[in-house]
């Protein structure tokens, strides 16, 4: 029994050695836990934070995202230029035809336009003849023209010319008593023209529809539809488009100051071809094309999805490094540290993507004349582009050398933003005054864009004297007034505005060229960064193919460059 006790007792006395070793033991495993967490943490930091390079040195990591940005950079720029050389075609026929239009249709073009306004008249026998002019010369479109051109169906589904002339419902006027009845509503009297009825010359010609009151008439205003193919595009092996052009001609006399002026805007829509029949190699190159298209596609999907991942796992990993901070230290990430994980280079990518692949979704309806919005994808893939190249700056950014110009840039850019605000305030002050004042006597003043964009022509010291030499000095005070003005801006916005701008990017230069020199203010992420042991423990020896390309280790006096993801 006692032997039996003994036994029974030994556990016991297990049971209780365990007890009392028990939370010692545990508090040693929690803090080895704690520093395993904490060194995984910190050597999953370093490793975001490397270029594509020392990942690959670090874990044999292929840098696949900066050989689909080169392989892309190569593919859309490509891509581009077949385009906008195809894009200059389209936007060339229809400036041609718009100025042979004007050629055709307009009496007495000179080829230069007056103004916003293509000619002008000043007798009643000038306005009739030229309006006569446009419509025999519609007739007569197929003898006379040199294009490939024939006539369209209007909006009421008719061949033919539409004419409408616009005036005062009634009134009488006699400018020699000063005196002036009139009812300031208007009327619209529309009649229309078909080919048949252009045979007979003199039966349109007396109508009386065509007989004008100047002192009542607004404006005459001519429409019609031509349709046209162009066929340059052929020459490039590529599919024609076929265009409608909806014309109109405008006689406005609205001001009815003895001038009406003549105004002729042509209006091309791109439409498919009902039936093509060419031979040659046309048909097998739009493939390789569409081919073509398809590739830069796949190219911007990958990119695409790759970028995504890659913010997503940073996301992840701030996250962790959040609540690490949190509960090791009792306090907060600075938010200048958590921005650190959000990588402006994806996301700038991430748009060129999207915006590359709608498109290229685009340029492949056009190619096959599904779609005809050249402007809508010309913009999408010429801005595509723009990010595209942009973006190679990120990896030039991984020298320091090259890195100057990123860092000033992201220094000094919030004390531009609240320079510019107070500058601008001022602009807009100038802009609208000299609207108001220089409008009437000076053509860079007729409108608010236009006395923008003389304005900051000054600015930059464009067109001095020509801004000066223009005002006209009908009026003395105007004329004094617009020196004062001109002279007040330029040198306000040159001697002051603009040096203080410039001191504000100096300034923040400067400054980072101190840094780079005494090494930049530790953050807590930084800080934290320097507990680690170091890529040398988990480095392993890159392959002799990328090592010879662009993984080369770099020399010991290049260490202390700036990580960046």
């Not at 039936?275 to 081919?291: A, D, F, H």
């Amino acid at each position: 029994m006692p032997h039996g006790a003994e036994a029974l007792d030994l556990p016991v006395w297990n049971r209780a050695s365990d007890l009392s070793l028990g939370p010692r033991r545990r508090n040693a495993m929690a803090h080895l836990n704690s520093e395993v967490k904490e060194e995984r943490l910190r050597e999953d930091l370093k490793f975001y934070f490397m270029n594509p390079c020392e990942k690959y040195r670090a874990r044999c990591q292929i840098p696949w995202k900066l050989g689909l940005q080169i392989l892309k950079i190569v593919m859309v720029t490509t891509q581009l230029v077949r385009f906008g050389l195809s894009n200059q075609q389209v936007v060339a026929f229809k400036e041609e035809n718009t100025v042979a239009f004007k050629y055709l249709f307009l009496k007495g073009y000179s080829g230069i336009d007056e103004d916003n306004y293509s000619c002008s008249v000043y007798t009643q026998e000038d306005a009739y003849e030229s309006i006569f002019y446009v419509i025999n010369q519609y007739h007569r479109l197929r003898n006379i023209s040199l294009g490939t051109l024939s006539y369209g169906e209007n909006e009421d589904n008719k061949i033919g010319l539409k004419v409408c002339k616009q005036y005062y419902k009634k009134g009488t006027m006699f400018p020699a008593n000063e005196t002036l009845n009139i009812d300031s509503n208007t009327e619209t009297d529309c009649t229309h023209l078909d080919l048949q009825a252009l045979s007979s010359l003199q039966d349109w010609k007396s109508s009386s529809f065509f007989t004008l009151e100047f002192y009542r008439l607004l404006q005459v205003e001519i429409s019609f539809s031509l349709k046209g193919i162009d066929l340059q595009t052929i020459l490039s092996r590529e599919l024609p488009d076929c265009y409608i052009f909806q014309n109109t001609i405008i006689f406005d006399n609205k001001a009815h100051s003895g001038k009406i002026k003549i105004y002729l805007d042509s209006d091309a829509h791109i439409e498919e071809c009902k039936e093509l029949n060419i031979s040659g190699s046309v048909q097998k190159n739009t493939q390789y094309v569409l081919v073509f298209d398809a590739f830069v596609i796949v190219i911007c999907l990958a990119s695409l999805i790759l970028c995504t991942r890659s913010i997503v796992l940073a996301l992840r990993l701030r996250k962790r490094f959040l609540n690490f901070f949190l509960e090791k230290y009792k306090r907060r990430v600075c938010d200048a540290d958590q921005w650190e994980f959000i990588n402006g280079w994806y996301i700038l990518v991430i748009i060129s993507d999207l915006m590359t692949i709608i498109g290229s979704i685009l340029k492949m309806e056009i190619k096959v004349k599904n779609l005809t919005n050249y402007d809508l994808c010309s913009i999408l893939l010429g801005t595509s582009t723009l990010l595209v190249w942009v973006g190679v700056i990120r990896y030039l950014g991984y020298f320091q050398k090259y890195n100057v110009l990123i860092l000033t840039m992201q220094a000094s850019l919030p004390k531009v933003l609240r320079f510019c605000a107070c500058a601008g305030m001022i602009y807009l002050g100038y802009t609208f005054c000299g609207w108001i004042v220089l409008g009437p006597y000076h053509n860079k003043f007729v409108a608010l864009n236009t006395v923008s964009e003389c304005l900051f022509s000054l600015v930059n010291g464009d067109d001095m004297f020509a801004t000066f030499a223009q005002i006209q000095q009908k009026s003395v005070m105007v004329w004094l007034f617009s020196r004062l003005y001109l002279y007040s801006f330029i040198s306000l916005f040159i001697y002051m505005i603009l040096s203080l701008f410039i001191a504000l990017i100096t300034d923040s230069y400067d400054t980072i060229k101190k840094y780079q020199q005494n090494g930049f203010p530790e953050t807590d992420l930084q800080e934290f960064l320097k507990g680690c042991s170091g890529r040398e423990e988990y480095q392993t020896e890159p392959s002799a193919f990328l090592s010879g390309i662009c993984c080369l280790r770099r020399k010991g006096s290049d260490d202390h460059l700036i990580l960046t993801n």
